[in-house]
């Protein structure tokens, strides 16, 4: 399988299902030792069993997918769209209509079982203790209802095993079908979708297919089962059984418009819901900007908006849930109520065996017909609009890629030509991405691509690579092509399954390219070594280590071409340097490449260089070509002609400035004398979070989880009420019942009564009507009030429970401090808050109230029995105690096996999610089917959880039921043993109850288990609202509102650490930034440059102090402090909204100020021509830019920020010469009043700062003004500046040394305080 993703598979067990016999195949008795385990300790995955053949994922996807290849085939050629539901139809018909069969004897036998209780009770009404013949009748019957309540037990769940099990083969097909079609969509589809969508079809809407084959046949069984009880009801009270059957009716269409307007409010709320998880996925993956930004609160409105609009609608569907439950428990009463009432009028007189024949006719077919049928047309309903919903995606633009096998002469021969090439990535604009772009590479040639934000770059590979369709042009690529994406992406594994990507190890090749990609100390650092296993997203790597991995993944891959996007950006000059000679130029020294960088100091390396601008090709050539023909590029190379002219007189002059390749690399080598392995020695060490394991919570759960879920919801009267109301409801309907019992036994009374009061007896039946029917009519009235009061009031305090329980882990999420989200993948956070939440809203109510009413009616119907027949409550003693050890014997396996199944459900999503974020790579890799498998072999551990979750809950409800059949049997025969004390209206009410309980108290007990798995949800969920929280927004201390007017920053013995127990990253730094002074912050990645920031903003509290003109830090609010700094981040993040809540999100400032603030940063342009300027709505985090504009939308909102403290992180990585020159002069401008701090990876941008801070393992190693710094030869930005090369570090020196003689000499004075009165001298700054 998949050897280089961790085979996720342990050793499973053989399936002992596959091998069973009839008898355990019937009880289930196969599952009996993994229950012996799991009441013995934890289970764990390595105890499920393997997955059986035909329910393997890759076997069902691949059968269905040529269904639907069929059936879009046969689409296309009649010209109509295709049916998914057909292709559905046509692969599992066959299998499923055998199931079919099942239903109909069960239902039938549910019809017969009636006719035998009716028989029974009429012996006990015409008793004759003489007549032998009828009582050994009556024995026959009285077994006949306990067989076929037997056989109701087995059958049913024999039947809703298979059922299941055909529904979740539908659904994992589905999954299969939705992954595949995910990895080939074209750059147009992923327009029309988001990863959110893609993650929903694959979480909510196959799960439809899990609940509609369960009901499914009871469309056609349903209808047959009425007719037949009519028919039953007909000879038994005649034509008045009309009367009930039509109320029936009534309530059929009644439930199925409840059903109706459901669906319709499930997809309002899906939609809502779907817009709640996108903009949490994006509080969570941008949390740290919002931090820095203190842009909580309007985050916190937009989710908790949207949120109120989801509660709203999910409100209004659970009360209709609850007409629907409560119309389902009072259907009965009015049913009978009605046939009753014309049965009597109609001048009948009422008999016990009549009563409780109706009655259990009734009951029999008012499941199927109220709850079953109107369940199946539901959820076919919902079904179809999930197909239609999986169908739309299936038929979305896919992207089809030639690939033709070359041979081994070819090979040699590897190319890239491109000829005239116009591309558009949306039609709908009329400018093309790219024009008339042409050029030719060859084997061993680097093509160099640069050129300013947006030019189409990337665009340019993407069209290489296949990804981006040419419209006009030739492309031809001869050989296997491999790429680095420009941002990296790395996949949940090991570094070094990242690295293989599916080729097998040779560690000669691995070593290698470790050393190229200088891997090499960061490999001897992890725990693990590249064993280590990388969180979701590479959460445990830096940006620098993620870059490289990505580097080298691609590296290793012994393809034929290479495309890399700008794989130096992301990491410091040092490293990319070494990156460039020992990889670029190294290893794939023989290969034709195309690099895309920013970086100019590598252009004269390349043989080709190609300058873009808005998609032109402005100029093509080698280096010398386009020096002379002096086009545009110049600007872009300013610095570099400045070098030349340093160089030139440093040197012997050579006649023309061109060097062969070869002459280069030589030349690089001997100038970095230094052997390789010192050189990767050297290089930077850099620190890792680990991931956390998920917490799977054990035991039950206790009583004040309960407690707290509800008074989330309701006040302790409310709870009063409802225990109140309950306890009403349910004697009203025990009462309806009794009543008729009694009303018959009087009416038994006068059939035999003395012949001397004949005339009265007449009398009093005439007298009784009215009395009898008056006090039933009350009572069906009162339990109809109780029934609706008491679950519309439950619903309500539920959802608000929900309710309450979402804006507390929302808001315990925004405050608590960044490193919980270091630890916790996002998959996981957002788990709670679709999985866990979605539970709290919509199933745990339903599924609380439910368990309520039927806890209830099992207290009530062994209760009446007991009142009837006291001695019942011999046998039931000990069938509770059955009862209760079993339910506790099951819960502890079913618990873990449900929490293995929730906790195996998520690698299936995180791979989706990852496989989507890298899906470039994956196709550029050709490794499709290589992902298809890892997902198969995840949706198969899944599947494994599934299949045991189904089969353990069917292993508890057979022996339950087996129960309740031994009660049944009980009562029949005892009735008959006790014959001569009992009246038929006792023997009628005490059988028919006891039948009742068959489905019920397994029902019940199931629901109760359901309810406690499903706390867990809660649990989870309380747990997040618990979470620590960092200091508070706001406090009492204020600072003056002008603060910090001048921006004096001072560090007083900073220490700073990740975690309270992890290792200390800043060590006692204690330094001074002076107002407006320009700061850089230089050191080895690793060094500790981000985390000096991460203390400033106090993500995680330092320890030391921090003044900011005077004011400490610590003692102030979050948001005072956060909101006067500003800061440009590493990964520019923009969020989903409007281009006017991405600058302003408090809507602070006026129009005007945004546009000055785009047109500082020069983006007014492409902003104005977006549809609708500043109200356009931005694709998933901003992805409608590229990450250079994204970079100056950051840079725009610092600006509308006007804070005296600007702080700028790596910003200028991955933008273009341009760009960064613009950054540079916007900051030099706008923020001259300002303290600017800046950490930066290219030396040029900050050699001209005042005062440069060298950080080396957190500690400052020296800070002065630059010029004097690189006095000192043995210092580290000496070294620095020398490795960026000769003619770049004789520029810098000359930079730096002009600077500081600009510079007044008042600047001078040295703000590197002794540590012996260093405090002192801060003290008297600071003040």
Request: hydrophobic fraction near 45%; glycine fraction near 6%.
């Amino acid at each position: 399988m998949a050897i280089d993703m961790e085979p996720i598979n342990k050793d499973a067990k053989s399936n002992p299902s596959a091998t069973a016999n009839l008898f355990s195949l019937i009880f289930f008795c196969w599952l009996n030792p993994l229950f012996r385990i799991g009441s013995k300790r934890r289970l764990e995955e390595d105890d499920m069993f393997k997955v059986l053949p035909e329910d393997g994922s890759k076997r069902l996807g691949e059968k269905l997918q040529s269904y639907w290849d069929h059936e879009v085939e046969k689409a296309n050629k009649e010209l109509r769209t295709p049916k998914l539901t057909k292709a559905i139809i046509r692969c599992y018909w066959r299998s499923y209509a055998v199931l079919g069969f099942f239903t109909f004897i069960e239902e039938s036998i549910k019809v017969i079982q009636p006719v035998f209780l009716g028989k029974l009770i009429r012996y006990f009404e015409s008793y004759d203790p003489n007549n032998m013949a009828a009582l050994y009748e009556a024995y026959g019957y009285a077994a006949g209802v306990s067989l076929s309540t037997l056989c109701l037990a087995l059958l049913h769940h024999l039947y809703f095993y298979h059922v299941q099990r055909a529904g979740m083969k539908i659904r994992i097909a589905m999954c299969h079908m939705i992954y595949r079609k995910a990895l080939c969509l074209s750059s147009t589809a992923m327009g029309q979708t988001t990863t959110g969508q893609i993650v929903n079809l694959l979480s909510n809407d196959v799960n439809k297919f899990d609940e509609v084959t369960i009901f499914l046949h009871f469309l056609w069984v349903g209808p047959l089962q009425a007719a037949a009880v009519i028919g039953l009801l007909w000879q038994e009270i005649g034509p008045s059984c009309l009367a009930g059957m039509a109320v029936l009716l009534f309530l059929m269409p009644l439930q199925t418009m409840f059903g109706k307007l459901f669906s319709k409010y499930r997809s309002k709320t899906a939609a809502l819901t779907d817009n709640r998880i996108r903009t949490m996925n994006e509080v969570v993956s941008g949390i740290r900007i919002i931090k820095m930004y203190a842009w909580e609160k309007p985050f916190a409105a937009l989710v908790n908006d949207v949120r109120r609009k989801e509660i709203s609608k999910i409100m209004s569907s659970s009360y209709l849930r609850g007409l629907n439950m409560a119309s389902f428990f009072t259907a009965n009463k009015i049913i009978l109520f009605v046939t009753f009432t014309v049965y009597v009028l109609v001048g009948n007189t009422i008999s016990a065996s009549r009563v409780f024949v109706a009655v259990s006719l009734y009951s029999a077919v008012r499941l199927t017909v109220t709850l079953f049928f109107p369940s199946a047309i539901e959820k076919v309903s919902e079904t179809a609009i999930s197909i239609r919903r999986i169908k739309k995606f299936l038929l979305l633009h896919e992207l089809v890629k030639t690939h033709v096998p070359l041979s081994q002469e070819e090979k040699k021969e590897a190319s890239v030509k491109i000829q005239d090439l116009v591309c558009y990535w949306d039609k709908s604009l009329d400018a093309p991405t790219l024009q008339n772009v042409s050029f030719t590479v060859k084997p061993g040639e680097l093509l160099a691509v640069i050129g300013p934000v947006g030019a189409g770059k990337s665009s340019l590979l993407s069209n290489v690579l296949g990804e981006l369709p040419a419209e006009k042009g030739v492309v031809k690529v001869k050989g296997e092509l491999t790429y680095a994406s420009q941002q990296p992406w790395v996949f949940p594994g090991t570094i070094r399954s990242n690295i293989l990507f599916g080729k097998e190890l040779q560690p000669q090749r691995y070593e290698r390219v470790l050393k190229a990609c200088a891997l090499k100390r960061d490999m001897e650092l992890l725990p693990d070594g590249d064993l280590t296993v990388i969180g979701d997203r590479g959460a445990t790597l830096s940006g620098g280590q993620k870059a490289r991995v990505n580097l080298a993944r691609a590296v290793y891959q012994d393809a034929d071409i290479y495309l890399l996007d700008d794989p130096l950006s992301a990491v410091d000059a040092e490293v990319g340097r070494h990156l460039f000679e020992q990889c670029i130029c190294g290893i794939l020294k023989e290969k034709p490449r195309i690099l895309v960088t920013h970086q100019l100091q590598y252009l004269k390396a390349a043989n080709q260089i190609l300058v873009l601008k808005e998609g032109h090709m402005v100029a093509h050539g080698t280096y010398s070509e386009l020096q002379q023909s002096g086009v545009d590029f110049t600007s872009l190379l300013k610095k570099d002609e400045e070098e030349e002219g340093v160089v030139e007189k440093g040197e012997a002059p050579r006649s023309p400035r061109i060097r062969t390749l070869s002459q280069n690399s030589s030349r690089s080598h001997s100038s970095s004398v230094l052997s390789v392995k010192d050189e990767s020695d050297q290089l930077p060490v850099e620190h890792v979070h680990t991931m956390v394991e998920e917490t799977r919570s054990e035991g039950t759960i206790g009583f004040r989880m309960y407690w707290k879920y509800f008074r989330a919801g309701a006040n302790v009267v409310m709870l009063i009420m409802l225990v109140l109301l309950n306890l009403l409801a349910q004697t009203f309907y025990i009462l309806h019942d009794w009543w008729l019992s009694y009303w018959a036994t009087k009416q038994e009374m006068l059939n035999f009564p003395n012949v001397t009061l004949t005339n009265s007896a007449n009398t009093t039946q005439q007298l009784n009507l009215d009395f009898y029917l008056g006090i039933y009519a009350g009572l069906t009235g009162a339990t109809i009030i109780f029934g609706f009061m008491r679950s519309l009031f439950m619903f309500n305090a539920l959802v608000r429970a929900a309710e309450m329980l979402h804006s507390r882990m929302f808001n315990s999420i925004l405050r608590t401090p960044v490193r919980f989200f270091d630890i916790n993948p996002i998959g996981r956070i957002l788990n709670r808050f679709s999985k866990d939440i979605g539970y709290l809203d919509s199933l745990l109510p339903w599924t609380f109230v439910d368990f309520i009413q039927v806890f209830l009616q099992i207290i009530g119907v062994v209760a009446v029995a007991s009142s009837v027949i006291p001695w019942i409550l011999i046998p039931v003693l000990p069938l509770l105690i059955c009862f209760l050890f079993l339910r506790r014997y099951f819960l502890r396996t079913s618990r873990d096996v449900k929490r293995i199944e929730s906790t195996t459900r998520s690698p299936v999503f995180s791979h989706l999610s990852s496989s989507l974020q890298g899906l470039w790579t994956i196709r550029a890799f050709k490794a499709e089917e290589r992902f298809q498998q890892t997902f198969d072999a995840h949706q198969d551990l899944h599947s494994e959880a599934w299949f045991l979750f189904l089969t353990t809950s069917r292993w508890f409800a057979v022996r339950l039921d087996g129960m309740c059949c031994l009660f049944v049997t009980i009562t029949a025969f005892g009735c008959l043993l006790l014959k001569d004390s009992m009246r038929a209206g006792d023997v009628g009410l005490a059988l028919s109850y006891s039948v009742t309980l068959m489905g019920m108290f397994q029902w019940g007990v199931r629901q109760s288990a359901e309810v406690e798995n499903m706390m867990t949800s809660v649990e989870r969920v309380l747990e997040y609202t618990e979470l620590e929280s960092e200091a508070p927004w706001e406090t009492q201390k204020r600072p003056p509102p002008d603060w910090p007017n001048r921006g004096l920053i001072t560090f007083d013995k900073v220490n700073f650490s990740y975690a309270s127990d992890g290792p200390v990253i800043l060590k006692n730094i204690s330094a001074m930034f002076r107002p407006r002074e320009k700061v850089g912050i230089v050191g080895r990645t690793g060094a500790g440059k981000s985390s000096l920031i991460s203390a400033l903003f106090r993500l995680m509290e330092p320890e030391g102090r921090i003044f900011v003109d005077g004011v400490l830090t610590s003692e102030i609010g979050l948001h005072d402090l956060r909101q006067k700094m500003s800061i440009i981040p590493q990964d520019p993040v923009l969020f989903t909204g409007t281009m006017r809540k991405n600058l302003d999100p408090f809507g602070q400032h006026s129009d005007l100020d945004l546009w000055n603030a785009l047109e500082e940063v020069q983006l007014k342009a492409a902003v104005e021509e977006l549809p609708s300027k500043l109200e356009t709505e931005l694709a998933e985090s901003g992805s409608n830019f590229s990450v250079g504009q994204r970079q100056l939308v950051c840079l725009a909102r610092a600006i509308l920020r006007k804070n005296r403290i600007l702080i700028i992180d790596e910003a200028t990585a991955n933008v273009d010469p341009r760009t960064d020159e613009l950054i540079q002069k916007t900051i030099r401008e706008k923020f001259r009043e300002c303290t600017v701090l800046t950490i930066a990876h290219r030396l040029n941008t900050i050699i001209d700062s005042d005062r440069i801070l060298v950080l080396d393992a957190g500690r400052i190693h020296e800070y002065d003004a630059p010029h004097v710094l690189l006095q000192n030869q043995n210092g580290i930005l000496y070294k620095m500046v020398q490795q960026t090369g000769k003619a770049e570090a004789a520029s810098l020196l000359q930079t730096a040394k002009q600077a500081y003689m600009n510079r007044s000499p008042a600047h001078q004075l040295n703000g590197f305080a002794t540590t012996g009165d260093g405090s002192l001298v801060i003290f008297e700054t600071a003040l």
